[in-house]
Antibody, heavy 118, light 110 residues
Framework: EVQLLESGGGLVQPGGSLRLSCSAS????????MIWVRQAPGKGLEWVSA????????RYADSAKGRFTISRDNSKNTVFLQMDSLRAEDTAIYYC???????????WGQGTLVTVSS | QSALTQPASVSGSPGQSITISCTGT?????????VSWYQQYPGKAPQLLIY???HRPPGVSSRFSASKSGNTASLTISGLQTEDEADYYC??????????FGGGTKLTVL
């Protein structure tokens, strides 16, 4: 059974940093792209970032570029999202997801809430 | 990276069919066959309904079907059931090698 478990969310002040983790199991982690998607309270889904299976290629939405860094540790079946210079508008539930094809995400974690507020 | 355009809401009666549109550009929906559709219930993670424009993952009901014409993709739900009441999102691969979601459509089953 595929499982994705996010952690690392919480309350952070504007300008602060957080590192989200997503631990994967039930599939060959090192063979698949992984994606981060977020959802602000009461709002729609927003694509944030993706990383290739080997980790040598990363992509970011404009809203994340220059502030967020995606990475992965295939030896630990974990993908990370380092978020710096956080803003109030980054407040959202952050989901990690396994990519099936062309950013179609076939498995999702339960999400972790990030709140940016003073 | 402008969001794909979806109607904010659609509604239908049990047994009817409805279609949700998803309009992008020639840099995303119109160019790539990487359009996906998701169903999301309140407080839950999204679930994949359709990938690569028309394909259903195992376990997804055949009542869900999809297509694409030009810059617009469409999701059709036939034989509406009360359990289909949820939010629906489309997503596309883009020429920037990123993804972009639609704004979401709230389906009400009357």
């Amino acid at each position: 059974e595929v499982q994705l478990l996010e952690s690392g969310g919480g309350l952070v002040q504007p300008g602060g940093s957080l590192r989200l983790s997503c631990s994967a199991s039930g599939f060959t982690f090192s063979s698949w792209f992984m994606i981060w998607v977020r959802q602000a309270p009461g709002k729609g889904l927003e694509w944030v970032s993706a990383i290739s299976a080997s980790g040598d290629s990363t992509r970011y939405a404009d809203s994340a570029k220059g502030r967020f860094t995606i990475s992965r540790d295939n030896s630990k079946n974990t993908v990370f999202l380092q978020m710096d210079s956080l803003r109030a508008e980054d407040t959202a539930i952050y989901y990690c997801a396994k990519d099936l094809s062309g950013y179609s995400a076939d498995y999702w974690g339960q999400g972790t809430l990030v709140t940016v507020s003073s | 990276q402008s969001a794909l355009t979806q109607p904010a809401s659609v509604s239908g009666s049990p047994g009817q069919s409805i279609t949700i549109s998803c309009t992008g550009t020639s840099s995303d929906v119109g160019y790539y066959n990487f359009v996906s559709w998701y169903q999301q219930y309140p407080g839950k993670a999204p679930q994949l309904l359709i990938y690569d424009v028309i394909h259903r993952p195992p376990g997804v009901s055949s009542r869900f079907s999809a297509s694409k014409s030009g810059n617009t993709a469409s999701l059709t739900i036939s034989g509406l059931q009360t359990e289909d009441e949820a939010d629906y999102y489309c997503c596309s691969y883009t020429s920037s090698r990123t993804g972009v979601f639609g704004g979401g459509t709230k389906l009400t089953v009357l």
